[in-house]
Every structure is written in C-alpha cells, then in structure tokens.
C-alpha cells in the first residue's frame, strides 16, 4: 500500500472482487487522503466503479477489508451501515434524481431517510443554501424533466451534499456533457472541495478532468494499480498502457484487428425493393 503524508479517511486493503469467473478487482491496496481529490481512471469494465462501490460498501469484497477511518466497514451489517454512509455524498453516473420528485423534493430525500423533520423552515434555508452552491438557487420547483444535462448533474450534487459529508464520491460526472457544461462540473469539484473541505474521489475517463481537478491520479488497467501519482506522473508515465489511455490511442493488437482485410457483403435488399 503506497504510504501518504497525510491523514487516511479510507482504506483498502487486498481487495478482490469476482462476479462469476469475471475478476474485477485483484488484491488492491491503497489509502486515501484526508481532504484530497483522488481520480480513478482506466479503460472501461476495469473496475472504476466497482472500486468505489466497495468504498461506500454498496459491494462487498470477495475477500479484502475495507476501513472508514479506522472502522472495518465491509462487514458491518445494513442496519449499522447507515451512519456510516451519513459521512458520504455519491454522485451517480445517470444523477439518479427521482423523475416524480421536484428539485427540492429530490435534495430533502436524504435527510428524510435518515432523520425525522422537525423545522420545515430549516430545511427550505437549506435547499437554497446548497443550491446556491452549485448555481441553482430558485429552481426548488422545477422537476428533472424540465432541467439540462447540466442542470440535472448539478442538481444531483446539490443532494450529495445534503448532510454536510465529509467524501464525495463522483461516477463519471461529465458524462454526456458537453466541454463547457464539463468544465462548470469541474469547477463545482474544486469549489466544494475548497470550501467544504471534503475528501473527494472521482471516476472519470476525462482526462481534461482529472488533469483539472486531481491532487492524485490512479490508473486501473487489469484489476490491477497500473499507475499511482500526481498528474505530471501521469502525464510522464513510462508504460504504454498508461499512456495508450490517457493520449486515446488505440493499442497495436487492436489495430491490427481493426485493419484486418476482408470481405464485404452485399446488402440483402436495396431500397428500391421497397418502393
């Protein structure tokens, strides 16, 4: 496990996951820093996601140990988890936002999941307050339907900070969105880690993104740690895996397939077959 100067506010520890013969996740091991953005990136179905499901027990390890401070938390039953996850905000990759739910509605879920509501009048004080965070105040009534992309990813992490945590866990947050829309995602990572002083870990295959926003970059490749620095480590990495990804550079196996000669068919109809 790569030791870090600062504080560690999650662990893993040897930390394998299989669905089915499918290995994910092989024997990983790593911590992360209090108060740092970590970005996790790699190929798609490296297991990005599947790492950080584990972080907030939403998967449970084959075999490993996950920690929450010091607290062993991957073998915690439901009904004990649910503090613990009280400490989390996690952006899914979709935003998630309940369709039937107006954007407040959406932000209060849960706080009422976990708490019982006792000043409405707070509660309203603060929906505004963060959705002023992300640039939305006065969009209390409006429901997702009626909302960008943009507007839908920010509403969404509005509700993950809903109970003040202390990590924010996002999934692909630029996903589907355009640069300038990105890089407003970008900003409201810095911003909130700035000013809320969380610990955050983002999943992304942008690499304009974790460039942006990242203290430490960890490259997935095989279910493995392939790579594990700041940006600049990254940028000069010396393995061609590392640097396939991050210049989008299609691998010479794969090449070589894609420019395989071969024959092909004639369609089996013309349009004029259907006039």
Known sequence: MQSRDGEAVLSVKNLTKRFGSKLVLDNISLTIEKGKTTVVIGPSGCGKTVLIKHLIVLLRPNSGEVYFKDRRIDN????????????????????????????????????????????????????????????????????????????????????????????????????????????????????????????TIVVTHDMTSAYKIANRIIMLHNGKIAADGDADHIRNHPHPVVQQFINGQVGDDDLAVLRMSGTISQAQFLPRDFE
């Open 76 to 199: 915690l039953r439901e009904d004990e988890l649910n503090g613990i996850r009280t400490h989390y905000g996690f952006l899914f990759q979709g935003g998630a936002l309940f369709d039937s739910l107006s954007v407040a509605e959406n932000i209060i879920f849960p706080i009422r999941q976990h708490y019982t509501i006792s000043s409405w009048k707070e509660v309203e004080e603060l929906v505004k307050a963060k959705l002023a965070m992300v640039g939305l105040d006065g969009y209390q009534n409006y429901y997702p339907a009626n909302l960008s992309g943009g507007q839908r990813k920010r509403v969404a992490l509005a509700r993950a900070i809903a109970m003040n945590p202390e990590i924010i866990l996002y999934d692909e947050p630029t996903t589907g969105l355009d640069p300038i829309r990105s890089d407003v995602i970008n900003e409201l990572i810095l911003k909130l880690q700035r000013e809320l002083k969380v610990t």
